[in-house]
Every structure is written in structure tokens, then in C-alpha cells.
């Protein structure tokens, strides 16, 4: 069995749910790998020490900025001369709308944010969430390729071994794009929120700080997403916010984790101050810990967590990163 792991990256920067592809396929057969722009030359090594077979790779530098159709003609076109049986993406945004593309493109299905997958016979049996994760169903694709997008860290990244070797099989980049790049915004988080193995995340309760009387909810909102920051600084993660502060634009729309946000599934996420809607209980199912901080005793978030704490986030959250940089030695 043959199967395609798009390894999507940024500028080289890859996102590691790519590796997790590779190591889903390699239970199957032969892993090819493509890797797409010249910053992605440093990763051809990469693919093949995490257990790609092949790694076709294009260096056009139209390439190096993403755009949908010009990225789509080109898989789609290694795709048709390859004829791999199954391709994966990590669901990450640029995962999600190429492969919805190139469903259409071969005439395919797509099975979207997977979260486990079995092999009968030849076809792809998928595991996903639904009804915003309280339910989950399992689905196949009678389209050929099959095509799925795997949710980041819902399965293991393989070992890496460095004595693995090869080198890349150069291939043409295909079709013209429409699109043209003027630039970026610069996130202001420093570790991905769907990467991360911890998130500190706020909600409405940073706006409510009795110590702060007088003061404007923005500011307050400042000094409590400034404390969450330095908790997450200290355990290496990342912040996260629920929709209410986002929309009321306390903090920037790439920290939110919700239904309408990001999905996330880290080892540990510490909600603090989130009443916990049912819209952002969906977006935190797959985290594998939750500790709740919150003043209200009957606040739904303390249904989903494994640890709550009744009390002040302006409190709680310095009280907890004081401990955890004793405990680490930071």
C-alpha cells in the first residue's frame, strides 16, 4: 500500500503533525513524502530520518509563498503520476483546504480532523469527533486516493533516526497562480497553540479583578492575560482565550481555542477564568489534562476537568507560577 504525507511547513518551519502522517503510514507500506519550496530543503533529510521511503520535493521558488492553487495543481499532479492509494495531511489550515481542493481535483472524498485510523483490507476506516465532540463516528472514503487530514498529536510522532538517508526526487511545480503574496502579520504567540503540549488559556473572568476597582476592562484584561503569559512562559507554553475575550479584543483572534477557533490536545491546558461553553469545551476534548480556575463553584468547565480550583485567577495563577518556578528551577 502507497501512501502521500503532505509535510506542511512555513518558511522551513514544519508543523510537527507532519511527522505523525509518516509515522501513521509507515503501518501500511511505502511512505512518500513531498515537500514544496526551496525553504523546505532542509526537511527533505528530516522526512526521511522520521521513515519516508521517497521524498519528492520542488524548490520553485514560486513556491515559497503559500498559495492554495498553485500548491494543488502541483500535488495533484504527483498524485495522478504516482497513484498512491491513500494521502494524509496534518489538519492544520493549509492542510484542510488543500486537500478539500484536491479531493475535488481527483475526484475524491476527504476525511476531515481524524483521530484514529484502521486498515481493513485496503480501506481507510476513520475515527472523528462530531456534534462539536461529544459523539464520535467512524467513516470511510470509497474515493480513490483516499484522502484524510489527521488531528496534530492524536497519534504518536514516530522515533527519528538519523542514519535513515536519501535524496530528494525532484519534481516541477505545475500550473500559474492568481494570488500573489503582499506580506505577513507576525503572530505575537510564541509556541502554536496546536503544537503546544501546554496552554494557559483566559476567558471572561481576566476582565474581573476586585484589586483593580476603577480601572477600564481593558486594562484589567491586560494584567490578567499578562499573568497568564508568564505561567505559561514558565511551563513552555502557549496561550489560548476563549471567544468572549477575542471578540472583545483583548487579545489577538490566533490565541483563540473554541468551536470557531483552534482544536487543540495538549498534555496539559489550564483554564482560567472560562466559564466553559459548550463552543469551547469542543475545542479542548482532546487535551489530555484540564484544571479549571474560576471563581463560580458551578461553572461548567469543572464538569470537563480533572482539577478545579475555586478562587481569584488574579490569585491563583501567580500563586501557581511562584510553584512551578521553584519546582523547576527557573
Known sequence: MKTLVYIDHFKGEVQPASWEAIGVARNWGTVQAVILGASGEKLVKQAYEYGADEVFFCDDSSLDDYRADLFAST?????????????????????????????????????????????????????RPIYEGKLFEKVVCRGRPQIATLRPRAFPRPPRDESRNGSAIRIEKQGESAIQVEGYAVSESRVSLTDAGVIVAGGRGVTNNPAMAGADEATIARKGFELIGELASVLGGAVGASRAVVDAGYIPYSHQVGQTGKTVAPDLYIACGISGAIQHISGIRGAKL?????????????????????????QVVPALTEAFRKRLGK
Not at 91 to 105: K, M, N, P, Q, Y
Open 290 to 314: 484540564v484544571v479549571a480556575i474560576n471563581k463560580d463553584p458551578e461553572a461548567p468547565i469543572f464538569k470537563v476537568a480533572r482539577y478545579g480550583v475555586v478562587g481569584d485567577l488574579f
Open 75 to 127: 500535488l495533484g499532479a504527483l498524485a495522478t503520476a504516482q497513484s498512491p492509494d491513500v494521502i494524509l495531511f496534518p489538519t492544520t489550515t493549509r492542510g484542510r483546504e488543500l486537500a478539500a481542493i484536491l479531493a475535488v481535483d481527483l475526484n475524491s472524498g476527504v476525511l476531515a480532523d481524524v483521530t484514529a485510523l484502521e486498515l481493513e483490507g485496503t480501506l481507510l476506516v476513520a475515527t
